[in-house]
């Protein structure tokens, strides 16, 4: 069975930063697109950052320039470094996994992030 394990949430201050992780397990087959995505309070879940196999990625456009994702195929995990931290950013983060061969599409059970002085 696929899991997803994230770790890295907690309380920051504005402007500061935090490194997410993620790390996938019970796939036989490559987990083709890894990510981020975040629901804060009263909104709908958005994505944040992906990042496929071969590097490419894709962000929003309201972290641009300021997160960046990243990952290790050789172990399955994905990550997310958050600079420059925003209340904005206040959410609970939910790692996101997909393997097309058996049209998975698999979800941790989220980390909360909270920018806040």
């Known amino acids: 069975q696929v899991q997803l394990v994230e770790s890295g949430g907690g309380l920051v201050q504005p402007g500061g930063s935090l490194r997410l992780s993620c790390a996938a397990s019970g796939s036989i087959f490559r987990f083709n697109t890894m990510g981020w995505y975040r629901q804060a309070p009263g909104k709908q879940r958005e994505l944040v950052a992906t990042?496929?196999?071969?590097?490419?990625?894709n962000y929003a456009d309201s972290v641009k320039g300021r997160f960046t994702v990243s990952r290790d195929n050789a172990k399955n995990t994905v990550y997310l470094q958050m600079n420059s931290l925003k209340p904005e950013d206040t959410a609970v983060y939910y790692c996101?996994?997909?393997?097309?061969?058996?049209?998975?599409?698999?979800w941790g059970q989220g980390t909360q992030v909270t920018v806040s002085s």
């Open positions: 990042i496929t196999s071969g590097g490419s990625t």
């Open positions: 996101n996994a997909r393997v097309k061969l058996v049209g998975g599409n698999y």
